[in-house]
């Protein structure tokens, strides 16, 4: 059974940075794709970024160029690191890890850690 447990939400200003974590348990996190989602109250979960097995990533539109994703396979940790933060980056960040078949978003989530950018 795999576990993912994010950190390192919280309050920060507009204009702000912060970085997410999320820790896998299990053998198989280095083979995976990894993936970064949110949801804002009313919003469907969408996704943010993606990295592949490899290191090849992907971004939503809203957050090219402030949002950079990253792993460390020895570490089984994703990271998500967040500048220049807007008040429509607030909601519920969670991570994922991929499908088997290298595919977003896989069965396993985060509990999800709360982010919120406001002055």
């Known amino acids: 059974q795999v576990q993912l447990v994010e950190s390192g939400g919280g309050l920060v200003q507009p204009g702000g940075s912060l970085r997410l974590s999320c820790v896998a348990s299990?053998?198989?996190?280095?083979?995976?794709?990894m993936g970064w989602y949110r949801q804002a109250p009313g919003n469907q979960r969408e996704l943010v970024a993606g990295?592949?097995?490899?290191?090849?990533?992907l971004y939503a539109d809203s957050v090219k160029g402030r949002f950079t994703i990253s792993r460390d396979n020895a570490k089984n940790t994703v990271y998500l690191q967040m500048n220049s933060l807007k008040p429509e980056d607030t909601a519920v960040y969670y991570c994922?890890?991929?499908?088997?078949?290298?595919?977003?978003?896989?069965?396993?989530w985060g509990q999800g850690t709360q982010v919120t950018v406001s002055s």
């Open positions: 994922n890890l991929g499908g088997r078949a290298g595919v977003l978003p896989g069965d396993y």
């Open positions: 299990g053998s198989i996190f280095s083979i995976r794709p």
């Open positions: 990295i592949t097995s490899g290191g090849s990533t």
